[in-house]
């Protein structure tokens, strides 16, 4: 039996493993309802502009008020994951956002809605960079492209989540757009709850050694003890390859965003049908699903590939799946709606290659800065994601109201999606 006092090397110990499965699936089971709470509003837009005689370039401006809530938030929130663990933090964002939808439920005017979403953009913001620090206090280097890779898979299966919900709460119960706040969110809650009673911040914890051998992050500069916030800010955004990489994931993440907000408009809205395609047995709505499933498989991938075709060379599977998804989206933009079996495989293979890179993109994290300072950079990154898909929602937006052609999603996601891979290249770690 080992003491108290004693701790069980990881590499030889079943309970450790065990453990470590333990958090990962926790960490997933929290994260897959996190969506639930901000990737719903695609749906949404098509009653709110009934209901409020307002523009799709308004209601890109107020999916823009969370996207950049949500990124100051990820710079803000990171670090207090670092500071005071992402076990607490992840939990309060949870039960936070799932409140704050219920009052965008409530709101009476688009002034109302889009102060409202933007608050719960920073309550979302409280999920992702805490719930990461905490599996890199749990996984070595060598674990970290897979591990983060179902993580994100989990995310990926967060946004299939959101879009049946929603789809389900609008078009199955034929509720108003009012419910798609109040209803799948409660999930989000019950996985909030669930995480703080289930997870654990550290090893040390459960009476296990660290994974992390001192070695590990050698390519990171050391980490004095009782480090400052002020001394993680400064040490992660001193470091060019991750600010490299903030703009590559900026790029990915507006491309991500363009469909994940426009591609239900495009198959729900005005332009969308409301029954099945000649020939076919499926309602074009369904249609909009294979993007968020194309994403979570294409982000359980991307890690593995990372860490095993590249050697942990993340920036080469960055590059080429962003490259492949530049070339789906050209094609997804020549696609019409009514040709639902090839649409549905396009749209598949959109997500894959779009969402895929993320999970590498969070791994690259704690490789460039060390794992006692991946909350902070994690949230440093997401800061960049945000802010470049909050610019990019007007813009479609925008574009959708003068040409009156919802396919012009696409063609804005291929070019974002050139722009990441490009960038990309650089990191060069």
Known sequence: ???????????????????????????????????????????????????????????????????????????????????????????????????????????????????????????????????????????????????????????????????????????TLHLDWRWIFRLPVLLMLVGGVAFYFIAREHPEEMGFQSPHDGVEDENAAPVPDGETSWGRYKAVLSNWRLLLGGLAIGFQNAARYGLLVWVPVHFLGSGGASGASAGTFINPQWIAVALPVGMAIGAATNGWVSDNIFGSKRYLAIALYMALATATSLVMYTIPTDRVYLGIATLFLCGFFVYGPQSSFWALCPDLVGHKRAGTAIGVMNFFAYLFAGLGEPLIGAFMDTHHDTSLVFLIVAAASAASATIALFIRR
């Open 1 to 171: 039996m080992v003491a108290a006092v004693d701790r069980v090397t990881p590499a030889a110990s079943l309970p450790f493993r065990r453990a470590q499965r333990r958090m990962l699936f926790a960490a997933m089971f929290c994260y897959l309802f996190f969506y639930t709470g901000r990737q719903t509003f695609g749906f949404a837009i098509p009653g709110i502009q009934a209901e409020y005689g307002v523009s799709k370039e308004t209601l890109g401006w107020v999916s823009a008020a969370l996207l950049w809530c949500y990124a100051i938030g990820q710079a803000i929130n990171g670090n207090l994951g670092d500071k005071f663990g992402g076990r607490r933090v992840m939990s309060a964002g949870a039960i936070l956002s799932c409140a704050a939808n219920w009052a965008v439920s409530f709101t009476t005017s688009v002034l109302s809605l889009g102060v409202l979403w933007g608050i719960n953009g920073y309550f979302q913001a409280m999920g992702w960079a805490p719930g990461s620090r905490l599996l890199s206090n749990w996984f070595g280097k060598n674990d970290r492209g897979k591990i983060f890779g179902f993580y994100v898979f989990a995310a990926g299966m967060a946004s299939v989540l959101s879009f049946v919900t929603s789809i389900i709460v609008v078009h």
